[in-house]
């Protein structure tokens, strides 16, 4: 059974390390929606970049997520 997959939306979600608290780090994150469908995983790892240099919190973590719909052909 074919199936055809549509890009519905792309997040990017930015952790950084909060505090180290008896050598564990608390981590929190900044999610960012609305990243192009089409943009390459390269273009939106340059952006990440971009953006954690202008955070104070060092950057753990770059995740982008994807939802995609699955419809049969």
């Not at 929190?28 to 970049?49: I, L, P």
């Amino acid at each position: 059974m074919p199936v055809e997959i549509t890009n519905q939306s792309s997040r990017l979600r930015l952790r950084f390390i909060n505090d180290i608290v008896d050598g564990r780090e608390q981590l929190m994150s900044r999610t960012y929606s609305g990243v192009k469908t089409d943009a390459e995983d390269s273009q939106v790892f340059t952006a990440a970049q971009a953006l954690g240099e202008l955070q104070i919190k060092p950057v753990k973590n770059i995740i982008r997520t994807e939802e995609k719909e699955l419809i049969q052909a």
